[in-house]
């Protein structure tokens, strides 16, 4: 099993920055890359980013393409969502997921694991 314990989330003012961080515990070797999902209220899970552990190849959902930037540091297996120019549009519950499939995985269904979530408030 491997545990994600969101952290970073808060209120900001349109435009501002807020970084998220996601620490993985457990057995981490069984996963191999790392996602960002979001979830605004009577919505769906929507993509945001992923990371290949290993590789480090990422990939972005176009909305945030150009403002939002994932990375991880291995020796801490932590992940990080570093989230600029942000947009109320942007307000959700951010959470993070662990895959044990390789390669750009945008779908929910496709990771095994999965954080409690962080709320991430823009206002106008």
């Known amino acids: 099993q491997v545990q994600l314990v969101e952290s970073g989330g808060g209120l900001v003012q349109a435009g501002g920055s807020l970084r998220l961080s996601c620490a993985a515990s457990?057995?981490?070797?069984?996963?191999?890359?790392m996602g960002w999902f979001r979830q605004a209220p009577e919505k769906e899970r929507d993509f945001v980013a992923c990371i290949g552990w290993n590789s480090g190849r990422t990939t972005y959902a176009d909305s945030v393409k150009g403002r939002f930037t994932i990375s991880s540091d291995n020796a801490k297996n932590t992940v990080y969502l570093q989230m600029n120019s942000l947009k109320s549009g942007d307000t959700a519950v951010y959470y993070c997921?662990?895959?044990?499939?390789?390669?750009?995985?945008?779908?929910?269904?496709?990771?095994?694991?999965w954080g409690q979530g962080t709320q991430v408030t823009v206002s106008s």
């Open positions: 997921a662990g895959s044990r499939y390789t390669g750009y995985r945008t779908q929910p269904y496709e990771y095994a694991y």
């Open positions: 457990g057995r981490t070797d069984s996963t191999y890359v």
